[in-house]
């Protein structure tokens, strides 16, 4: 039986590959035959994922879909999950999970037995797709709140990376060198910003 890894990591700082050899021995040991490794670094809550539509393109009836675990398949919304499950059951696919047990036997169950296996898989498969999707949602309300209270706590506080925008910042330079007398509304008009980033510009102009 054919048998395509998919493999995905959420930023280009994780290894997306980190699971192959592992995903690699779990075929060898269930007989399947690897025909294709599809690895990319894109969040799990996009659908539209290149690695993933081609693999979804190539992949042949009856073919297994493996993945490591079902949140490195998805954190799908539930519509999302829904088009994506009916692509893989439409291509006919079997969607093998390495750390769902369970799923292992589609790789070897057949008649009644793999329908009822069919039947559980699919239940727990979509159990876990639900948990992943609710564990991003909240981890991503996490980061807002912690975002939220730094501001609070330090108006003046902004995200490590988010760098100023240097030309914006060089025309409220500007605009205050020429119109010393001019408020800080008229220059936050004048350079399309906002009334703090004037103020903060002011502030280091002076310390400087």
Known sequence: M??????????????????KAALELFAVEKGLNIVGVYAENISGTKLNRPELLALL?????????????VDRLSRLSQADWDTLKATIRAKGLRLVVADLPTSHMLVEA??????????????????????ARLDQEKRVERIK???ENKRIADPEWRPAGKGRNAAKWAKVKETLTKYPTMSADEVARVAHCGVATVYRIKRETISA
């Open 145 to 147: 709140q912690g975002l």
């Open 57 to 69: 393109d190539t992949a042949k009836e009856g073919d297994v879909l493996l993945v490591e675990s």
């Open 2 to 19: 054919n048998a395509h890894l998919y493999l995905r990591a959420s930023t280009k700082d994780q290894d997306a590959n980190r699971a």
């Open 110 to 131: 057949k008649g009644i037995t793999g329908q009822i296996m069919d039947v559980i898989n699919n239940m727990l498969i979509d159990l876990m797709a639900t948990m």
